[in-house]
């Protein structure tokens, strides 16, 4: 009888637990069973590991087979546990010695012919080895991605050959090629050319210094989408940690990175069909949705009434929370959804409030497929109006209107919140906001009776104060004013359309 223990890592949501992988050789009839919560896709690994040894040389043993992946409590799929399962086989049937497997661990699909191909979610596994400080054998397919990872100890693989000569000491398999930052800076253009709109850039500016959520409401052809898709250019770099934590879940969604996006936000657009499953994520095992994808980035929903309800009223909970917990029957996963809401929207289904086609009740329909607690999340409300002008664009003569000025501000600012606080503005908790506002009695009373006169729910009451706050740090100053108030009571131009529709 063989016994052979191999160390691997599962899948759960951005963790990888880690697996052992027991293989058990027994006399008796040949067979194979596998058993420790795995499902068909793991249980199919029988045929791959058999004809994986049989076409690299070595001979399957015609024994009774038990393969255990403990814990049993942990769901397994997918074909990671391949080459585990085949470096057990060999070390219970004496090709390879116990001792060779004690500080390794494996992970990696098997083809027929012995080839060791990529899998998905490979980022957490390599974070999981590095932490636990295990050198990993793993696909060569996967090791521009896994070099993401720069503290990890890593042996990329292409065959299963070659992974036994190195267990042998016949040929030691290369490390993984070293992480290589080569993070080229993003254009300096795109900001600069935006004719007009001095307000809507205005508010881009504070949504990106405080990390607010921003909606633009405007008739078609204004420049919504041209603005939102600028937004991105103005945020800085993420810090190393950041990216790992967006690196991982891209990798668990089977998109790979390579070093020149490592450190770039991302900008997700999903297509108003979307469902409220593509935005959150789910399926059979449960994979990250879109709000996922733009985490520590931006999510830009174009034509925001054209979503669905229920697909916009999901949105809710992350956006207070930062991340999104999703149970299905085959087990349950957590996934940082930490994202900026950018949203643009036409005021009405024709592109124009004024349009004499439309009845105030019909445009107040349209606009009530919003939801009032989705709104009151959404820090800033800026109108995109039509210019009056047809001008073509033309470099602005504003010396602190170009995008290098921009990002100065924007950096400046956000700089100052992170020494202050250690977060953005737009983080801050209702508790922080007396401390961190530093409102004079004068002040707040202003506040207070501005909101009371707007009847602002107490949610709206803290963003606002939070947008005020941003402001006076893009001004440079210690404590907010009464002029910082005013303007992030301004940016509320959808409720005052909804109101304006409601009296008449």
């Known amino acids: 009888m063989g016994m052979a223990v191999v160390k691997t890592f599962a899948g759960q949501g951005v963790s990888a637990p880690e697996v052992r992988v027991e293989i058990h050789l027994a006399n008796g009839l040949p067979a194979f069973q596998l058993v420790g919560m795995a499902e068909t896709s793991v249980k199919e690994a029988r045929e791959r590991v058999r004809s994986a040894l049989i076409n690299s040389g070595f001979d399957f ?3 009774r087979i038990t393969v255990n992946l403990a814990p049993a409590d942990i769901p397994k799929f997918g074909g990671r546990f391949d080459l585990p399962i085949a470096m057990g086989i060999l070390a219970a049937s004496g090709y ?134 600028r937004m991105l250019s103005l945020l800085p770099d993420m810090t190393e940690e950041e990216a790992l934590e967006v690196a991982a879940i891209h990798s668990v969604k089977g998109e790979r990175l390579n070093a020149e996006q490592f450190l770039q936000r991302h900008l997700r657009s999903p297509h108003h069909t979307s469902s409220a499953v593509a935005l959150t994520g789910g399926g059979s095992h449960p994979v990250p949705g879109e709000i996922s994808l733009a985490h520590n980035g931006i999510l830009f929903l174009d034509e925001f009434p054209e979503f669905g309800r229920k697909a ?44 004499n086609r439309l009845t105030p009740q019909q445009q107040l329909n349209y606009l009530n497929r919003l939801s009032g607690p989705l709104l009151d999340r959404i820090d800033i409300q800026v109108e995109v109006p039509r210019l009056p002008d047809y001008d073509l664009p033309a470099p602005s003569n504003k010396p ?49 009776a501005a909101a009371k006169q707007l009847n602002l ?36 131009a959808l409720d005052n359309l909804i109101k304006q529709l409601s009296s008449n």
């Open 400 to 448: 602190d209107d170009t995008l290098f000025q921009t990002k100065q501000f924007v950096a400046a600012a956000r700089q100052k919140q992170l020494m202050r606080q250690g977060k953005p503005n737009g983080a801050l908790n209702a508790g922080e906001l007396a401390d961190i506002c530093k409102l004079t009695s004068a002040d707040l009373q202003f506040l207070q």
């Open 96 to 229: 390879v010695s116990d001792t060779a497997l004690l500080n390794l661990a494996f992970v990696g699909e098997l083809g027929l012919n012995g080839e060791i191909k990529p899998v998905n979610g490979l980022i957490p596994v390599v974070m999981a080895a590095a932490n636990e400080d295990i050198p990993l054998i793993y696909p060569g397919d996967n090791d521009i991605e896994a070099a993401l990872v720069s503290h990890a100890t890593r042996y990329p693989a292409f065959d299963l050959l070659s992974v036994y000569e190195h267990l042998a000491g016949n040929k030691t398999l290369a490390k993984g090629q070293p992480f290589s930052l080569n993070h080229k800076p993003q254009p300096s253009t795109g900001w600069d050319d935006i004719i007009g709109q001095a307000q809507a850039k205005r508010a881009l500016m504070i949504a990106a210094t405080g990390s607010h959520n921003l909606l633009m409401v405007g008739p078609p052809g204004t420049g919504k989408s041209l603005l939102a898709s």
């Open 457 to 492: 729910s107490m949610r709206v009451f803290h963003r606002t104060l939070k947008v005020a706050r941003t402001i006076a740090d893009l001004q440079d100053e210690s404590a907010v004013s009464r002029a910082h108030i005013a303007e992030a009571l301004g940016y509320r």
């Open 61 to 63: 043993p015609a024994k």
């Open 312 to 355: 916009l009223d999901v949105l809710r909970e992350p956006l207070e929370t930062g991340d999104v917990h999703l149970s299905r029957a085959s087990g349950s996963a957590t996934y940082p959804a930490n994202f900026q809401l950018v949203a643009a929207m036409n005021p009405s289904p024709t592109g124009d409030i004024d349009d």
